[in-house]
């Protein structure tokens, strides 16, 4: 090869594509029917998006030399890119027809009739490469998105997975691997994945984009809805501020964002542990804390606290503990347990303990609209009851302010959680109550008051704006239609996580 158009072809592969123009150009200036020349002066044209010109230049550099599959494979390229896919199926066909054991062109080919959603022949000439070459990385990643697309996942995990470790430094082979991994359900794998897809091409916007929906997989979008609560906000800072004292080190249970962990910090903590069981949470707390110059205070641990060992997380048991691990009834998240492990182990003897005590709600409710589909029956004239089969026994959040609904007895305080004190694992009452009006009690609604001290409270109870927990409804097996001041009986109880309210007739 002429060493001008050697050093053309070196300009264009680093960028430098109007200087290996002019090497191309006093080549063909020379010889007007050097296929090297004319192969890079089409690539020339097409980077400077003169598609005519590229084409009709690949045309003559063919034409000069009929037998380079490599000149038919760039063309292929170049007419993809031109959004012309028939032609470039074309063009690669013909190359195979040249040197049917090349097996840049079988993955070539395999990659247009992808994109073009000719998937299973996609998938035979990906499947060919990799026999001609079993090394061949990009043949790996291309049959991995082949199959991916035709539903046969596990199998396409193990071509991508092979990519990543034939290209350790493939940004696209551990981006096919992170997308697999989500799709087969193993998100925090995934997360590591296009983690690394990132580190190595930070302008992979494919992997940048699956990020988010891996983290959106991960993280239930009820932490936007409690961030924005801005009545949880102000009670905690609140109560937070009032029960830090200098030189306290604090535990805080659920990081989640780690806000709570931030507040007790500036509100004087000399060290802040918190911990954090969702990893993607955790990685992104320690983010926000070291974003806001709190890292040397607050150290965000990747665990349960069920999981945490003073000594090796804590420097020292703690002084106080807060806890943001309510749900809907208060205890479906465990802090019972939570805080009886804590106390045993984590805790000085003295520790004081943030929210202080609770107090649960029960009230009958008519909801006649969310009725009509608790439990499933017919639907647009078709019997859907199985589909209630998915239904959570313990009932479901609603907020009874968007429903049509009316409180049918009195709001009826059931249990008191004191959890400044040991609490029983689990407890059981009854009552007797009176409905306050006529109608038809369909479910009963939960919800509670929390106490971060003596001072300072906030409720999930219907109507309190912006209260992100809403109130739990769990629907009767059967209506119970009552009369003003008829008396009822109430069963109210709770396991671990598990709290339950029922209504029924008094006898």
């Known amino acids: 090869m002429d060493p001008r158009l050697a050093e053309a072809w070196r300009q264009f592969k680093t960028g430098q594509v109007d200087e290996a123009a002019k090497g191309a150009r006093a080549v063909l200036d020379e010889a007007s029917s050097d296929p090297d020349a004319l192969h890079l002066m089409a690539l020339v044209c097409h980077r400077q998006n003169r ?10 550099a063919i034409a000069a030399r009929s037998k380079d599959t490599a000149i038919r494979n760039s063309f292929a390229s170049a007419l993809m890119e031109q959004g012309r896919p028939e032609d470039a199926v074309t063009a690669l066909q013909q190359a195979l027809q040249i040197n049917h054991a090349d097996m840049l062109t079988h993955k070539n080919l395999g990659a247009v009739l992808a994109a073009t959603g000719q998937l299973l022949s996609a998938a035979r000439h990906f499947q060919q490469a990799i026999e001609l070459k079993p090394d061949f990385a990009e043949a790996h ?3 991995a998105g082949a199959l991916r697309d035709l539903c046969r996942a596990d199998e396409a995990l193990t071509h991508a997975r092979r990519a990543t470790q034939l290209q350790p430094e493939s940004s696209v082979a551990h981006a096919t691997h992170g997308v697999l991994l989500h799709e087969l359900g193993r998100h925090s794998e995934a997360l590591t994945a296009l983690r690394r897809a990132l580190a190595l091409d930070p302008s992979n916007r494919e992997a940048h984009s699956n990020l988010r929906v891996v983290y959106a997989a991960m993280v239930p979008k009820w932490h936007f809805t409690m961030l924005n609560d801005e009545a949880r906000n102000e009670a905690y800072r609140r109560g937070i501020e009032a029960a830090v004292r200098p030189g306290d080190h604090v535990l805080e249970i659920g990081a989640g964002s780690g806000l709570l962990a931030m507040m007790a910090a500036r509100a004087g903590a000399a060290r802040v542990t918190t911990c954090e069981v969702n990893p993607a949470l955790a990685d992104t707390a320690r983010q926000i804390v070291a974003a806001n110059g709190l890292a040397d205070r607050v150290s965000v641990i990747g665990r349960k606290s069920t999981m945490l060992e003073v000594g090796r997380d804590l420097p020292q048991p703690a002084d106080l503990l807060i806890m943001e691990i309510f749900d809907t009834v208060l205890i479906g998240e465990g802090v019972l347990p939570s805080l009886e492990d804590a106390r045993k182990r984590l805790l000085k003897p003295e520790a004081r303990v943030l929210p202080q005590r609770a107090r649960v709600y029960a009230a009958a409710v008519e909801i006649p609209d969310l009725r009509r589909v608790n439990p499933m ?5 078709f019997d859907l ?17 968007r429903e049509t609904h009316r409180l049918l007895t009195e709001p009826l305080p059931v249990f008191d959680f004191d959890f400044r004190k040991p609490i029983p694992g689990s407890g059981q009452k009854r009552y007797e109550l009176a409905a306050i009006q006529a109608g038809t009690i369909h479910a009963v609604a939960v919800w509670y008051d929390l106490h971060l001290d003596d001072a300072i409270s906030m409720s999930t109870a219907p109507g309190v704006m912006g209260n992100h927990w809403g109130q739990g409804l769990t629907f009767l097996p059967a209506d119970i239609p009552v009369t003003q001041w008829q008396r009822l009986s109430a069963h109210a109880a709770y396991a671990g996580t598990r709290l339950q309210v029922t209504i029924e007739a008094a006898v």
């Open 51 to 60: 598609p005519g010109e590229s084409c009709a230049l690949f045309v003559r």
């Open 141 to 143: 990643v291309g049959l």
């Open 377 to 381: 029956k017919s639907v647009a004239g």
């Open 385 to 401: 009851s199985g589909f209630d089969v998915f239904r959570n026994p313990a009932g479901e959040m609603v907020e009874l302010s």
